[in-house]
Each structure stands twice: as C-alpha cells, then as structure tokens.
C-alpha cells in the first residue's frame, strides 16, 4: 500500500481554504451585526413616534384662525384683518408693519376675536401674531402676513353730498369714481340709497365712471335721506376692487324751486309750492342763449373769477370779483350778481354769455340787493328751471342735472 506524504505547498493550501472559509463566516456574521444596528434604529424611531404622541396629547386645543389667510394680497382695508379663536381665549395678538410699526387693535370681552381699530393702508404688508390658552392653560400660537390692495388695484368713490349737510330738493346722490368699472351691476349692488320719505330711489350710469341716484320727482322737504357704500372687495373691473365701506347721512330742507322766464326776464322763487319772491333778470344774450331745462345749485361762492378763456370766450371778458356765484353747469353756467350792467337791463334785455344776472354791487357787500336776498336764501341743491330761452335744454350730465331725463330714461340707466 502506497503512503501517501503531505507536502508543505498542499498543507498551505488547505490552511487558505480554511481560512477563506472562515472569512466567509466572518463576513456573514458582519452583516448579521449591521441588522442588530438597523433594529436599533426602528427602537430610537419608535420612542420618538411614543414622544411626539405623547406631546400632541399634551397640546393646547385653542384653535386660532388669522383672516386675511397666510401670503394673501389685495387684502381689504376694513374688514378682512381679525383674529379668532375656537376652544380657547386670545391672550395677546400682535399687528404690526412691515416696518416694525404697531398697530393697536381691540380684544373683545370674551377673548375670542381681535380686530385692528383703525382703517389699513392700502399697498402695506401686515404682520399678525396670535396666542391663546385653552380651558388648561396651554398656550398655541399662530402667525401670519399679508398685504393690502394696492392703489393700482382699487378704486374709490368720490360722492355728494356730504356727510351730514343739509341741501335742497333737487340734489341727486353723485358718485365719481376714480377709474373705469366695468362691471357696473356688481359696484351698483354694493350701493343703497333710501330716504325717510320712503321715495323710491334709482341709479342712472352716465358712464363708466359716473353713477347717479335720485328719486322720481324732488326729494321731499324735510326728508332724511342715508346713502351706504358697501363697496370693500367688489371687484369693480379686472382686478381692481372697491375699499369703501361707509355710511352718509343728509338731511333735506325746504321746497325751494326757482323758474327763469329767458322771455319775460323775470324770476319766480317758491317755497313748499308758494311764491316768496320775484326779481328781475338779465339771462344770456341771443348770440349766448341760457340753456333751457331743470338745473341744480351745484357751489356756491360769495366772489369768484370769471375768466371767457375756461369756457369758450377767449378774451371776451376777465372778471374776477363775480358777486353772488352760484353754479348751474359743469361747462360755466351761474346765476350771478352782476355790478357791472346798466340796472336798466335787469327785466328788459339778455346780455349775458348765457349766465343768468342779477342785480347787485361790486364786493358783494350790500345784503339789500336782488343778488344778495338768492344767494342768502338759496343751498346746495335747490332747483333753478330755465324756460323760453332759444337754447337747446341742457344735457343731464352737465352738472347735476339728471332732472332733465324721464322716469323711463333714467330707470333705463340703472345696473340693479
């Protein structure tokens, strides 16, 4: 039998077997350490997950809400910013600029809501912090911008008469708009007008910029009319929203109308239906006619300039003391006092440029004129009527003269 001898160069190769096989050993239990690490993990994990239930179980349940939402812009003025709270009561709430200034605000007795006191800036970023307690004392906090609309983003209205004036029968509610609204019918529905009288009231659009309210006939004497603009956030064109939210008042007096006969020159003045006064005038010349129809006393000055280059007269005349001056036109018609005219021509002769003249003297000084007694005894609002005059009738947007458009005219111009 053949012995067999083990050589030194095939013991070495069995000892690298044997100890790749053991690497390999060695390397499968390597990576069964790297999962014993990885449970580890999902362990740190899940006490984490334990922790934060556990601190949510523990959190406030006041629930605070912030208007305008987080980010917004073209935000309102008035109303939109507040601050409110569910199952809790506001602690502090803080407004302040962009700028660092603050804004004080107002907390209501419950502690559930918070309003800024006063009206906002329009093109402004706001900035609002929140904290409330709930019912254990837990505190929850909020915070939030926002930026109000833009002058570029927003229109207002410019309207008559004011707040708290007293004015004649004949004055209609006139709103001028600063830019072009389009959609008419939303700006009109944010708009009322009612008076104590209960007259039915209507808006007539002259244009896209112009809107008109008034009765039938005249407003009552004695009347209270309130006229209420709602117009924070309607969009008035593409874009660019209303941020008037506000409410007028005026009061109505007597019933004063004035009729001017271009053909007799004669002027009748009633109250309440009754004859108060007749005086004599001198209305526009027949190259210069006085426009015909119902007019509305629009200004009133005790002096004013009167300048033929404003209104088509170019160096016809400059006269810049005019006594008495009340407004009946956009385009220059007045009745006046005038110092400068024989008196002859009071009653007999039309020598004006289509104004209608009283008598009076220079500086306005003397109370006892004809000027004098209608300036005194006439408001904002009162009712002049042209008659007989070889003009045309004025136009009802020249001035404030919508009286001349019939009930179905005018209604025919309203959006609501």
């Known amino acids: 039998m053949e012995k067999r001898v083990m050589t030194d160069s095939k013991r070495r190769r069995g000892l690298m077997a044997a100890s790749a096989l053991l690497g390999g050993v060695l390397v499968l239990t390597a990576c069964n350490d790297g999962g014993g690490k990885s449970g580890a993990d999902s362990s740190k994990k899940s006490q984490a997950a334990e922790v934060d239930k556990a601190a949510a179980q523990d959190a406030s349940e006041a629930q605070i809400a912030i208007s305008p939402k987080n980010s917004a812009t073209n935000a309102s003025i008035n109303n939109d910013a507040k601050v409110t709270v569910a199952k809790g009561t506001l602690s502090q709430v803080t407004m302040t600029t962009s700028a660092g200034a603050t804004v004080k605000g107002t907390l209501s007795a419950d502690g559930k809501s918070w309003k800024p006191d006063v009206q ?10 929140a904290t409330a307690k709930d019912s254990k004392g837990r505190e929850a906090h ?29 004055m209609p509610v ?27 009231v209507v808006g007539h659009w002259f244009n896209s910029q112009r809107l008109d309210l008034r009765p039938e006939n005249y407003w009552q004497g004695g009347s209270t009319v309130t006229l209420k603009l709602a117009l924070d956030g309607v969009e008035g064109a593409d874009g660019v929203f209303g941020v008037q939210q506000k409410t007028v008042t005026f009061k109505v007096g007597r019933n004063q109308v004035s009729t001017v006969d271009a053909n007799t020159k004669m002027m009748t003045v009633t109250q309440d239906g ?19 129809g119902q007019m509305v006393i629009s200004e009133k000055f005790k002096e004013t300039r009167m300048n033929g280059d404003t209104v088509g007269f170019g160096g016809e005349y400059d006269i810049k003391d005019v006594p008495h001056a009340m407004r009946l036109s956009t385009s220059g018609t007045f009745i006046h006092g005038n110092y400068w005219g024989s008196r002859s021509i009071f009653g007999s002769a039309n020598t004006s440029h289509g104004c209608v003249g009283l008598a009076d003297v220079k500086g306005a000084s003397d109370a006892n004129q004809p000027a004098a007694w209608f300036y005194d005894n006439s408001m904002v609002g009162d009712v002049v009527i042209v008659k007989n005059s070889p003009d045309r009738t004025i136009t009802p947007d020249n001035g404030l003269n919508g009286w001349n458009m019939s009930w179905a005219e005018w209604t025919a111009g309203s959006q609501a």
Not at 121 to 129: D, M, P, V
Not at 283 to 289: D, E
């Open 120 to 129: 906002l800036e329009r093109s402004t970023t706001y900035k609002i912090a």
């Open 142 to 170: 909020e915070n939030s911008s926002f930026t109000t609309v833009s002058p570029t983003n927003s229109f207002i209205g410019n309207f008559t008469p004011e707040d708290g004036s007293t004015v004649g029968v004949g």
């Open 174 to 200: 006139s709103i001028n708009f600063n830019k072009a609204i389009t959609d008419k019918k939303a700006v009109q529905a944010g708009i009322t007008v009612t008076s104590s009288s209960g007259q039915q």
């Open 274 to 292: 009754k004859t108060i006064k007749t005086i004599p005038i001198s209305s526009g010349s027949s190259a210069n006619p006085t426009y015909n």
